[in-house]
């Protein structure tokens, strides 16, 4: 029984450690995109892979 509850902390922790990681680097990510779209919308639009559609006149 103990074998068991460690499994389940062991799970639990690992669960949170790594959506503690994914939310770092994701937030980091998602606000410096934020910053340098406000800066330079150009740049941030080529990292992103943004492609502007063309108008069918």
Same mark, same amino acid.
């Given at each position: 029984?103990?074998?068991?509850?460690?499994?389940?902390? *062991?799970?639990?922790? *690992?669960?949170?450690?790594?959506?503690?990681?994914? *939310?770092?680097?994701?937030? =980091?990510?998602?606000?410096?995109?934020?910053? *340098?779209?406000?800066?330079?919308?150009?740049?941030?639009?080529?990292?992103? =892979?943004?492609? /502007? /559609?063309?108008?069918? /006149?």
């Amino acid at each position: 029984m103990k074998f068991i509850g460690f499994l389940v902390f *062991l799970v639990v922790a *690992l669960m949170g450690f790594s959506m503690l990681a994914f *939310l770092g680097l994701f937030v =980091g990510y998602w606000l410096t995109l934020i910053g *340098l779209e406000s800066v330079n919308p150009k740049i941030a639009h080529a990292i992103i =892979g943004h492609k /502007e /559609e063309e108008s069918a /006149e």
